[in-house]
């Protein structure tokens, strides 16, 4: 049985094979993705329970491991509200759009080294970190057209809010991660963490946040706008119910009202891969040899493991923060993005480029 | 062939929606225009793929589709174009679209008609990489790269005297 399996994979053409393979990872890629969205939720809400001294959802299977599953059922099944006095299309349209930037974005990173043969990564491009942002600034319609197409006067200042939002961190981020890229000179997400194996001092890792100043500042910048980016506390304007009305999302109920925070998750999880990949050494561990490319099944697996459990613990970062920090002001939020983390960006960019420069000429 | 199959894709796509742009038969929204025109971008960043263009191409959606027309959707949005959504196609504005684009194609036609393929092209020296892009763009093309930049600049600083309520 394996037998014949192992001569039609091998009788395959190299077009065949890729593509046959590429599939698999995506569709592979896509459920882990969409089974941590829905543990995520349940990591956020047994989590911020602790915090706040209380048991939360523990009814729903052993250890409420189950809650995902009665969450979804139910937001399938609620009644759907389509308000009278919304644009049908874009009203439908915009849930999907939260959810897809996220999804396209996994094709980059690198999840693991080798797993037979099979490099860990869907695609190997050389651009990778700009197709990155380019598909995040794609998000961004969702968001605008949810609060365009609910014709209504709360849900339309709440989408310009978050779009403006959006929009502002979107250069702080961008900017924040270029010193990266003059320390490794390549765009390629696979030279970054090539440039993060080894140690330092001996037995530091020689990962990008503690590498060098300049790094890890630019770490500072990308953590804050990430949270920025992926509408989280302290920045979760969109959902101030108590002091804003909410946000884009007012008119929406049920599926569609899930899918928006879907998206969000998803892009947390997303942004955590990426903060993982950038600063923190990727799939790597700088100890027992674990930051070389595996070369049998067992590092292979250990690698994916490893991205994961790094991936895990930002999430935590994630959750932990929402439920310790208020939420900030508007002004102060637009004021942190442009006053402050703009310039601060730039300063860093040159600081680094005159620093490599001047190593570079001694 | 499967490249020449996704050209011929994207190029009907990218024609599609640039023509939903401007005369789309079902909604005169300015919203759905603008919709159109980011999915015109995007198709054409996949025409820029299949050169192996890739920064290009990723910086065509990052700039334009996520940056600019992101800032168009939100003036249209804010200036609120309720009557540009009852106003019907025009004829006369019809007639002089169809004529101007049959002008443009008829002299595309005729100058890829008066030029011969020559037999031994030269081998592309630009590849699309961007370390490539780069230092053509620090060397062969410094002085347009700088004059842009500056143009780009007065235009900021153009914006913020506008802004400014009262000039001391």
Redesign the interface.
Known sequence: MIESVNNWLNGLSDTQSLVLFTALKAVVCFAIMMTMVAYTVVLERRLCAWIQDRIGPNRVGPFGLLQPAADGIKAFFKEEMTPAHV?KI?FTLAPMIALIPAILNLAVIPFGSNLGGQKMVLAD???GI??T??????G??SI??A??ASNSKFP?LGG?RS?AQL?SY?IAMGMSVIPIFLFVGD?NLNSVIQAQTGTQLGFLPNWFVIQSPMTFLAFCIFLVSSFAETNRTPFDLPEAEQELAGGYNIEYSAIKFAMFFMGEYANMILVSAMMVTLFFGGWTLPWFGLDQPATDLIHGVLHIGIFLGKVFLFLVLFVWIRWMWPRFRYDQLMDLGWRKFIPVALANILVTAIWLWWRSAK | MATDILFYVLAALTLIFGALVVANPFSR?P?TSA?FL?LTIISMAGLFVLLHA??L???Q??VY???VM?LF??VI??LDLKEEERRKIKLTGLVAGVVSVGAIVAIFVRSLLATKPSENLPAPTAVG??ATLGKMLFTNYLLPFEIVSILLLVAMVGVILLSKKDLK
Do not use: P, Q
Request: net charge negative; hydrophobic share 70%; no cysteine.
């Open positions: 644009r874009f491009l050389n651009v700009l197709y942002f380019g598909i995040v600034s794609l961004v319609y605008v057209l609060g365009y339309f310009i779009s929009i979107e765009l | 929204n919203v919709m980011v890739f920064f191409a990723a910086v959606v990052l589709a996520g940056a992101v959707l939100f949005m804010l990489d961007t």
